[in-house]
């Protein structure tokens, strides 16, 4: 019940961007070491994209995928309706 | 209510609201040792970026280019396994130290404790001690309140940019770098690092400070499974302190009833984490032995013996003999010289250069007009030296057969890759397998200790 008071709580908040953070830079270090982002790049035919550039968008789209996971733990964490009954 | 749902003081216990917590300036042993820490640490952070060798950058992490150099050592992607180990290793070190020490990390050496201390120690400069910091913030807004407001956050964005900007030069040469801000010609990626970086400085060690530790910092939350009743932690002397309460100095507390705490708070004052340690351990306490320092100075103003809050293990408290060589320390520290002796040793033995082999692709083999069974191979190699090197091929193979490289000598430029196309032939009547190993051997003109092997396999017919 309380659970779901606060959806957007700067607590809550946190603890969906914070540990996919840390994960979405572990995911770029080891993705990028074996993955040029250059080639990736020009395979997927987006244009040019200097190789720094490469890293950063990769980095976000690794922690736009783990905070969407983040995100759907929070959201199931919440009691099922029966349950609350 | 008679189902038990969670109540909104325990979900804010649980989430407690922030209430800015003002550590008073400290000193003594081990807030010395933290400013020796810090000061080394934090130096060598500014520092290292600024430090040539070879005419080169020192340290630099060279994302664009995909090349990591460290001093004379270039490091490319495919050395990854290198930075696993060295990974592997800091967290063995952690567990060792932790296991033997406690919160060593948190107290002395983490990023987190050195750039909050050095914040502190800003706003001790702009706002006065502890008790003005208060009134300060209690007071309303006045001129002069603004002025030191606005002051510290001054110093604090401008510390923040520089430790972005220092960060940034680890990974782009920090000459351009310097000179590509004077002139604003900075690329976007590294204005934006720059400034995510200054950001995460402000934020962390100027507003959030011990949340990061309480809240956010992972290893707080796991490094109670690396204690045991030897491990050194900071405890209260409960048995000599209570009960506790303030007195003249010079009476005796006996005759008071009383124990060693003159209930001063100051260790409570000094906490960086707000906690009072007499409460016993708390996962809050980082370990920096603020109340430690502060309370034997009390102690000493009393006349009364040191250490009524020291460090100590749980066993020593309860009168039992503390065991520094327990099963897990002795496994930690074995792992931990065995994993930087191999890591070391591998280094230290590591040749610069890299030779792979690439079977062509769109055949298996092909007969030569002249009835010749051929093998056509791509040469990959890899110059990791700092110098320019050329190479010799050769090739052996348990049959008879005619290796054909279009150049006998092939220069490779420093820290680059370049490929060679390789042809071996044979007659089908020296082939005894389909499938036969070779091995190809390269080695450097100016210097013959760079040398190096790779194996492939030679394809050929079912012999008759």
């Known amino acids: 019940m309380s659970i779901n008071k606060f959806p957007f709580s700067a607590q809550r908040i946190i603890s969906i961007l914070w540990p996919s953070f840390l994960t979405a830079g572990l995911a770029t270090i080891l993705f990028f070491t074996a993955f040029d982002p250059q080639l990736i790049v020009a395979v997927s035919g987006f244009g040019e994209v200097s190789r720094l550039g490469g890293y950063s968008i990769g980095f976000f789209l690794f922690w736009l995928l783990t905070a969407s996971s983040c995100s759907l733990t929070c959201f199931f964490q919440r009691p099922c309706p029966n349950a609350t009954e | ?464």
């Open chain 2, 1 to 464: 209510m008679d189902k038990p749902v969670l109540q909104d003081d325990q979900d804010s216990g649980f989430y407690a609201k922030h209430k800015k917590v003002y550590p008073r300036e400290v000193h003594g042993l081990f807030a010395s040792l933290r400013v020796i820490g810090v000061t080394v640490l934090l130096g060598f952070y500014y520092f290292v970026p600024w430090m040539y060798w070879n005419g080169k950058q020192a340290v630099l992490f060279d994302l664009p280019n995909r090349r990591f150099y460290i001093f004379d050592w270039t490091f490319w992607p495919q050395d990854f396994f290198y930075l696993a180990i060295l990974l592997i290793i800091a967290a063995v070190a952690l567990f060792f130290f932790t296991a033997l020490a406690g919160r060593v990390w948190c107290g002395y050496a983490c990023p987190q404790t050195a750039w909050t201390e050095v914040f502190l120690w800003i706003e001790r400069k702009v706002e006065g001690s502890r008790n003005k910091q208060i009134k300060l913030d209690k007071a309303p807004l006045t001129r002069y309140k603004l002025s030191r407001k606005v002051l510290k956050h001054f110093i604090w964005i401008s510390f923040s940019a520089w430790t972005g900007f220092t960060f940034v030069a680890y990974f782009t040469p920090v000459d351009q770098l310097a000179s590509s801000i004077w002139n604003l010609t900075l690329g976007p990626w590294e204005w934006f690092w720059i400034v995510f970086y200054s950001f995460a400085t402000y934020g962390n060690a100027g507003w959030m400070r011990e949340q990061v530790c309480i809240y956010m910092c992972p290893y707080a939350r796991f490094q109670s499974a690396m204690f045991d009743n030897n491990t050194l932690v900071i405890s209260y002397d409960s048995v000599r302190g209570e009960p506790r309460g303030s007195r003249k100095k010079g009476i005796d507390p006996k005759s008071k009833n009383l124990g060693a705490c003159v209930d001063c708070t100051l260790c409570v004052q000094v906490c960086p984490t707000g906690i009072d340690i007499r409460q016993g351990l708390q996962y809050q306490c980082i370990g920096c032995a603020a109340c430690v320092d502060v309370c034997n100075e009390v102690m000493d103003k009393m006349g009364y013996s040191k250490n009524l809050v020291k460090y100590t293990t749980l066993n020593a408290l309860d009168n039992i003999k503390t065991n520094v060589f327990r099963p897990r320390v002795v496994v930690y520290f074995v792992l931990l010289i065995a994993l930087t002796s191999g890591l070391l040793y591998s280094m230290a033995t590591r040749i610069p250069l890299e030779l792979d082999v690439v079977r062509d692709r769109n055949a298996l083999y092909r007969t030569t007009p002249l009835g010749y069974i051929e093998n056509i191979y791509t040469l990959k190699i890899a110059n990791k030296d700092l110098q320019d090197h050329t190479y010799v091929i050769t090739m052996t193979a348990p049959f008879k057969s005619t290796f054909i490289l279009r150049d006998k000598q092939v220069k490779v430029s420093a820290n680059l890759t370049t490929n060679v196309s390789a042809r071996i032939q044979a007659d089908p009547v020296d082939i005894k397998a389909m499938s036969e190993k070779i091995e190809f051997q390269i080695v450097s003109i100016n210097n013959p200790e760079l040398n190096t092997t790779a194996k492939a396999v030679f394809l050929g017919p079912k012999p008759k």
